[in-house]
């Protein structure tokens, strides 16, 4: 049985974070969600620079900074962002309540749904973790390989519409997957460079984020 903890970070509502941090130091505090401040900060040390660059952080969802001609795109607050582009029409429903959202294919949730639905057995709690994901690759368990597979493959997907749209020079990918399970990295870029429009102004690596 997969036991999740009902909640990722129990007592954490309503922090006043940037008020907290703003007393111990004497700088701007800024609050901002992790793949724009990825993003950024790779554009800031970039060498050579680059005027086009994307950082994709696949977790319990799909993050993405995007630095489009020099500046980041930040998207409007409340809307559901890159992970919710629809990728199949009649694929599995997502919580966003739509079908075929890229997430619905690459979260760690999606992932154990599809393989519990293969092994009815196997007794899935609501917040699933990738550990779990991982912990059955190292198992070598194929079942999982393929579903986590085929995952790779709408995510090399989903980047490449990303890419197409904003002419990302750099692609920076970033994830427990990416880290844990080599075939998985590999299979996205692979995947993603098969779609993208002009392979040749592209470039796609991964990059540690904690």
Not at 36 to 48: Q, Y
Not at 78 to 102: A, E, F, K, Q, V
Request: proline content about 5%; some cysteine; glycine content about 8%.
């Amino acid at each position: 049985m997969v036991h999740i903890e009902s909640s990722l970070a129990p007592g954490w509502d309503h922090v006043p974070i940037v008020a907290m941090l703003q007393a111990a130091f004497p700088v701007r505090i800024v609050l901002e969600n992790a793949a724009n401040m990825a993003a950024l900060g790779e554009f800031k040390h970039m060498s050579p620079p680059v005027d086009n660059l994307l950082y994709c952080i696949s977790s319990r969802g799909l993050g993405c900074g995007v630095i489009a001609n020099g500046e980041l795109i930040k998207v409007k607050e409340g809307t559901s962002g890159y992970g919710h582009m629809t990728i199949d029409i009649n694929g599995p429903m997502c919580t966003c309540g739509r079908r075929g959202c890229l997430i619905s294919y690459t979260s760690p949730y999606a992932i154990l749904k599809e393989l519990q639905q293969k092994r009815p057995a196997l007794q899935l709690e609501e917040n699933a973790q990738i550990d779990h994901v991982i912990e059955f690759l190292k198992q070598g368990d194929q079942l999982t390989k393929d579903i986590v597979m085929k995952s790779a493959e709408y995510f090399g997907v989903g980047l490449a519409n990303i890419v197409n749209l904003f002419h990302s020079e750099l692609v920076i990918v970033n994830g427990s997957l990416i880290y844990e399970y080599p075939n998985y990295y590999e299979k996205v870029i692979e995947t993603a460079y098969a779609y993208l429009l002009d392979k040749a102004s592209a470039q796609v690596w991964a990059s540690y984020f904690p």
